[in-house]
C-alpha cells in the first residue's frame, strides 16, 4: 500500500476536532486513503512499506478545499462578450443562454466536467459538488454518469448533484421545454444515480444528492418526492434558495422560499442551500435552527452585481457554511482558493453596513474546508489529522509572492491570496497534480479534446 512522507514541511494546517492550529517543521506521513501521522523527525521511526518520501521545505500544507456548488457544464459559455451581464437584463441573458445549454451534446458535459474539475485541483480543490441541472432531450440521461467517468480520470472526489427541471416555461419557469424532465423522470434517475454510485463508505470518492434546480423551475411534486427520496436512501438534498426568486415563490404559494422549502421537508441537517444573499435575518435564524445550511458563491456578486451576502449575519446565528464557485454563467473560473480571497474581501468591503462583524480570515478558510465538508455529510474530510481521508495541497512559500506573510499561514489564502496553482495536490492519499502536471496525464490532450468538444457547440 503506498503512502507518502513530507518531510520538514514548513507549516501543516492541523486540526483534531479542536479548530486549526499550525504546527512548524514537521513531517506528514499518509498511507493508503488515509493521514497516519503528523509530527517532528517521522523518518526516524520504521515507515510503512512503500512509503516514497518527499522534501517538503519551505511548504505550507493545507487541507483540501471542498467545492460545494458549482454548474461544469457552464465552463462552455465562458469570457464571452455577446453573454456579458453588463449589457443584457437579467431576462434577456436567460433568454440568450439556455437555448445554448439546450444544445449541449453527451460529449460536452464529459469534458466541462474534466475542465472544471482540472481547474479546482490545480488550486488546491480535492472535493467537488457539481448542481447538474440542464438535461437536454437529446443528450440523453447518462451525463452525470460522464461526470463520475471525468472524476475517475482526474482522481477527482465527487459529489453529484442530480439536478433537474420540470416547470415548463408557459407555467412561469425560465427553462425551455427542450430541457424539462417529468417529475417521475427527475426521481427514476436520482434513484438510478444513488443504486448505481452512491458510496456511503469512509473515503467515499464517490457520492449522489437529489438537488431539484429550483422551487421556481419546479413544480411542488417534485420537492415533495425529492424529500422522499433522499430520507429514504439517506442522501444529501441541495437546491437554490435565495436568490431573487422569494417574491414569485410568495405570489405562488403565499410564503417565501425559506418557508415554502421547510414545509415541504426540504430543510434540515441533510440539506444545503446555494446563494442565500436575499434572506432575511428571521430567515437565517429558522435555518439555523433547522440544521439546513448554505453554501456561500461569492464571486457571482461581482458579475450579477446582487447585494452581498450578509456571512457574519449566518455566522452569528450557527449557520454552517460552505464555499462554492458556482457556475460560469456567473463566474468565469473554478477556482475555490480565490474564492477564499474574494469572500473575505466583500465581507470587509460591506463590513460598515452589517449589524454583526466581519468574521476572522480564518474562518473563510474553514467554510471552504471542514465547513464544506459539514455540507456535505462528510467527517473524514476537510481537516488534516490522523486518521482523516489525505486530501491536502501544498504551497511552497520560498517565493517573493510571500515575503512578509509566512508568519500567519491561517491568514494567508484569506488576506493575501494565492495567485497560482498548487505546487501539489493530493486526493485520497493519491499525487493527482504535482511540479505543473497532471499526474499520468497528458494537459495538452485534455485541453484539445475539451476544445474539440466546444467547436460542436454552435453559439
Not at 523527525?41 to 487541507?63: C, H, K, R
Not at 473563510?364 to 482523516?388: C, K, N, V
Request: glycine share 8%; charged share 20%; proline share 5%.
Amino acid at each position: 500500500m503506498t503512502g507518502y512522507l513530507l518531510k520538514n514541511c514548513a507549516a501543516v494546517i492541523v486540526d483534531e476536532g479542536k479548530g486549526p492550529s499550525v504546527r512548524r517543521n514537521v513531517d506528514l506521513l499518509t498511507k493508503g486513503p488515509a493521514i497516519q501521522a503528523i509530527g517532528e523527525n517521522l523518518s526516524q521511526n520504521a515507515l510503512p512499506e512503500g512509503t516514497i518520501a518527499q522534501d517538503a521545505t519551505g511548504w505550507f500544507v493545507y487541507p483540501g478545499l471542498v467545492n460545494t456548488h458549482h454548474h461544469f457544464f457552464q465552463c462552455f459559455v465562458r469570457n464571452r462578450a455577446d453573454l456579458d451581464w453588463t449589457k443584457l437584463s437579467v431576462i434577456e441573458w436567460l433568454d440568450r443562454i439556455y437555448p445554448i445549454f439546450s444544445r449541449l451534446t453527451e460529449d460536452c458535459f464529459y469534458h466541462s466536467s474534466v475542465t472544471a474539475m482540472a481547474e479546482m485541483i490545480k488550486h488546491g480543490c480535492t472535493t467537488a459538488f457539481d448542481h447538474q441541472y440542464c438535461f437536454p432531450r437529446h443528450a440523453g440521461k447518462r451525463l452525470i454518469d460522464r461526470q463520475f467517468e471525468a472524476a475517475e480520470l482526474l482522481g477527482m472526489r465527487f459529489h453529484a448533484g442530480r439536478g433537474g427541471n420540470t416547470l415548463p416555461k408557459s407555467e412561469g419557469s425560465t427553462i425551455p421545454d427542450a430541457m424539462l424532465e417529468t417529475t417521475d423522470e427527475f426521481i427514476a434517475d436520482c434513484a438510478r444515480l444513488i443504486d448505481s454510485y452512491h458510496d456511503a463508505g469512509p473515503f467515499s470518492m464517490r457520492q449522489v444528492v437529489v438537488a431539484p434546480c429550483q422551487p421556481v423551475n419546479c413544480y411542488r411534486e417534485t420537492f415533495v418526492e425529492s424529500v422522499a427520496l433522499a430520507r429514504d436512501r439517506g442522501v444529501q438534498m441541495h437546491t437554490h434558495v435565495g436568490e431573487g426568486e422569494s417574491p414569485v415563490i410568495e405570489a405562488r404559494h403565499g410564503m417565501r422560499t425559506v418557508d415554502y422549502c421547510a414545509e415541504l421537508g426540504f430543510a434540515g441537517p441533510d440539506t444545503f442551500y446555494a446563494h442565500c444573499w436575499e434572506l432575511t435575518h428571521g430567515e437565517l435564524r429558522k435555518m439555523a435552527a433547522s440544521g439546513t445550511g448554505v453554501s456561500h458563491c461569492p464571486e457571482p456578486v461581482y458579475l450579477v452585481g446582487a447585494e452581498v451576502t450578509d456571512i457574519p449575519a449566518m455566522q452569528a446565528f450557527g449557520l454552517r457554511i460552505g464555499l462554492g464557485c458556482d457556475g460560469a454563467a456567473s463566474n468565469d473560473n473554478s477556482n475555490l482558493m480565490h474564492c477564499i480571497h474574494s469572500a473575505y474581501m466583500l465581507q470587509c468591503l460591506t463590513a460598515s453596513t452589517r449589524a454583526h462583524a466581519v468574521p476572522a480570515p480564518l474562518d473563510f478558510l474553514q467554510y471552504a474546508t471542514s465547513g464544506g465538508a459539514s455540507l456535505l455529510g462528510r467527517s473524514d474530510i476537510g481537516r488534516l489529522a490522523p486518521g482523516m481521508a489525505a486530501d491536502l495541497f501544498a504551497i511552497d512559500t520560498r517565493r517573493m509572492d510571500y515575503v512578509g506573510t509566512r508568519h500567519d499561514p491561517l491568514s494567508l489564502i484569506a488576506k493575501v491570496g494565492i495567485g497560482m496553482p498548487t505546487d501539489l495536490t493530493m486526493i485520497n492519499g493519491r499525487i493527482v497534480w504535482k511540479n505543473g502536471e497532471f499526474t499520468g496525464l497528458d494537459e495538452t490532450a485534455l485541453f484539445a479534446a475539451a476544445e474539440a468538444a466546444l467547436a460542436t457547440v454552435e453559439f
